[in-house]
């Protein structure tokens, strides 16, 4: 009686090995699947924030480029006056600064483009200060490319990050292989120089279509980003449904029949108020009663 009502306090059938041990040894099982499904969810939502930062530092920078685009439509012009292109080349660079500072994003204190260097701020600019102000010279990367793999299900991996060498710094073939900061530095300049290079309105045309091609290269890459969170989201259901299914099995595995108990608690009690009554008529019957 006391098993049961141990079963019925704490709800459990099997609180210890001894109690049955084979449903133990199941029960230990399904915990540690249970305590994987668990790690996989906390990995999950690691690499569906890291990706959102990701997207919106992306996003960011299709509007710099946008930004530029229309700087460089302004700038073909041909009423544009020499302080407004000096203007508009001031613009310009303030937008190759924003670049440098997105492609420097952070994430949880660690830099997401920064490839395997992730505490390692990856991209630094140089400036020039004259009397005309101050301009981004050069850019640089300073990170280490390669992949970022979390584990988002038993066996499979996502590479999760963003290298900033490969997004920044390689070359756009549509854009005469120049990179994203080579698109904006080329634009400063030929803004810088005017209507008095003889090659000044080409220059511009080329650089109307390199930071074309620039959005075309960011909004790709947020496609990516995008299909990786869908698929992570998908990952997340399953991850769901694998708890519950073992949650129903270790309950089934572990926990008592409260009900059963009961019942076979109260059955037991009977038989024994009854063995009880029967033991007490018994001890009040006397040796005269016999000899009767």
Avoid at 91 to 112: F, K, P, S
Avoid at 123 to 141: H, I, K, M, P, R
Avoid at 238 to 245: A, F, G, R, T
Wanted: charged letters at 25%.
């Amino acid at each position: 009686m006391q098993r049961l009502s141990e079963d019925i306090s704490t709800g459990k059938r099997v609180r210890k090995p001894s109690d049955d041990p084979i449903a133990a040894s199941r029960g230990m099982a399904i915990r540690a699947l249970r305590a994987g499904v668990a790690q996989h969810k906390t990995n999950i939502d690691d690499a569906r924030d890291w990706l959102g930062a990701t997207e919106r530092a992306l996003m960011k920078a299709q509007e710099v480029f946008q930004n530029a685009a229309d700087a460089a439509l302004r700038a073909g012009n041909s009423t544009l006056s020499g302080d407004e292109r000096q203007a508009l080349a001031q613009d310009v660079n303030g937008l190759i600064a924003e670049l440098v500072d997105l492609a420097n994003t952070e994430y949880d204190g660690r830099y997401i483009f920064a490839g395997l260097k992730t505490l390692t701020k990856p991209f630094v600019l140089t400036e020039n200060t004259d009397a005309s102000g101050v301009t981004v010279t050069t850019v640089t990367y300073e990170g280490l490319d390669g992949s970022k793999q979390v584990e988002v299900e038993p066996g499979t991996t996502m590479q999760v990050n963003a290298n900033g060498g490969e997004v920044f710094m390689q070359g756009i073939s549509e854009a005469g292989n120049r990179n994203l900061f080579q698109i904006l530095v080329d634009l400063r300049d030929h803004l810088l120089a005017g209507d008095a290079s003889s090659t000044y309105y080409d220059d511009i045309a080329s650089d109307v279509s390199a930071t074309e091609a620039a959005q075309d290269r960011i909004m790709n890459l947020v496609t990516g980003v995008g299909a990786k969170v869908r698929r992570l989201d998908r990952a997340s259901a399953k991850l769901s449904e694998d708890e519950v299914e073992l949650e129903a099995l270790l309950s089934k595995t572990e926990d008592a029949d409260v009900f059963k108990a009961i019942s076979d608690l109260q059955l037991q009690e009977t038989v024994y108020k009854a063995a009880l009554g029967a033991a007490a008529g018994i001890m009040q019957t006397s040796l005269v009663d016999y000899l009767r």
